[in-house]
């Protein structure tokens, strides 16, 4: 039997924080031997927010070395750029034609992030920005996308316009299912655990970089903002003790019960030193595979030439059965 289809994808917009690895790039790397993957770089994505094109074109060579370097394999899944398959951003626009403005409008990223460009104005990509990305999951009939849990809105309005579809123009798009895990889904920033951690966070005390140095980890754990409280466990007005012990729970594999008694009787400050160094000597072989990436260009480009040869071969597919379906003329 054919395996299952995954896509799923990450922005260009910063350096992978560890809330990226955790709730995302983590979890696709178990799944690359059960399910056939596409995993993309959303260089398109990107562009919803402004990006100053040097800095760009670096930041999508090191999310691919990154993608790598935490052991995404190419020899077992696809790895693209996004715009190297021109299949997103047609069927982007046909999608676009059956989307409502209130279903947009709801959407709370869109809130959020809407808020911080008042200055400049809210660009129309922005507001678009989730039918982009119905458009990358149909495209490939993916059945799963695993993703943090800031992406269950948007699976859910992929969902609604694939069925949408369906529903007037007849059966083309597999429903996709998100796949978010338990622990990890939401790391929070460790300056303002009420906030997700975020690459494009202006405070950079706030978010872990997957390549930061050793000490560089350590220090930023040190400073996260806690409570007044001593106890280490979970707890009312203890969101940054407890985001904390999630990331001590996957960089160790140990169990919150388990956390709680090691450091029963002993203070934030040991706790924090223990994080940072479990942090620290987890990054530390993608560090070091990453540097060796990067310093192989003539790989990554081969390797993502290859990626887009697929997934365009696969995109072309379903554009072909839904520009059918619309009742656009067959090409030539
Ligand atoms: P930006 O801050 O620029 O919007 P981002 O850090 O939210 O970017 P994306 O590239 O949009 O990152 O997301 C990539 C993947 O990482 C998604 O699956 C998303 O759900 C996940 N993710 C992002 N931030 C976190 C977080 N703090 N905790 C867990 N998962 C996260
Ligand atoms: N919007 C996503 C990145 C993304 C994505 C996708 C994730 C773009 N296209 C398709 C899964 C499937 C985000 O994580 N912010």
Redesign the pocket.
């Given at each position: 039997m054919d395996k299952k289809m995954i896509?799923?994808?990450?922005?260009p917009s910063g350096i992978m924080t560890l809330g990226n690895y955790l709730g995302?790039v983590k979890n696709w790397v178990k799944l690359q031997n059960e399910y056939d993957c596409l995993f993309?770089i959303?260089d398109m994505?990107a562009l919803t927010v402004p990006q100053e094109p040097v800095n760009l074109r670096k930041r999508c060579y090191e999310v691919l070395a990154l993608y790598m370097a935490c052991g995404l394999d190419p020899e077992k899944s696809t790895l693209f750029f996004?715009s190297h398959v021109p299949q997103h951003a047609e069927l982007s626009w046909a999608l676009t034609c059956t989307t409502y403005m209130g279903e947009l409008s709801r959407m709370t990223?869109f809130k959020d992030k809407s808020k911080n460009a008042k200055d400049t104005g809210v660009g129309v990509g922005l507001f678009v920005?989730p039918v982009?990305?119905a458009a990358?999951?149909l495209l490939y009939q993916a059945n799963l996308?695993p993703?943090?849990a800031?992406?269950k809105q948007?699976l859910e309005i992929t969902r609604v316009l694939a069925e949408r579809f369906n529903r007037l123009y007849g059966d083309v798009f597999t429903i996709p299912e998100p796949y978010i895990p338990e622990v990890g889904a939401r790391i929070m920033s460790l300056q303002d655990p009420t906030k997700k951690m975020s690459k494009s966070d202006s405070n950079p005390n706030g978010y872990v970089s997957i390549v930061d140095e050793p000490e560089v980890i350590i220090r930023k754990l040190k400073r996260a903002v806690t409570d007044s409280d001593t106890r280490i466990c979970r707890g009312e007005g203890k969101d940054g003790i407890e985001n904390l012990m999630s990331i001590y729970s996957i960089m160790t594999d140990k169990t919150f019960e388990e956390i709680e008694r090691e450091f029963e009787g002993k203070g934030y400050g040991d706790f924090k030193l223990a994080v940072g160094e479990a942090v620290a000597e987890g990054l530390r072989p993608i560090r070091e595979k990453y540097n060796e990436l990067m310093n192989n260009k003539d790989y990554l480009k081969e390797v993502y030439t290859k990626g887009a040869q697929r997934a365009s071969r696969l995109a072309s597919k379903t554009l072909r059965k839904v520009y059918r379906k619309l009742g656009f003329v067959d090409r030539t």
């Open positions: 896509l799923s994808g990450l922005q995302a993309m959303a994505h996004q990223q920005y982009l990305m990358d999951i996308v993703v943090g800031d992406q948007h």
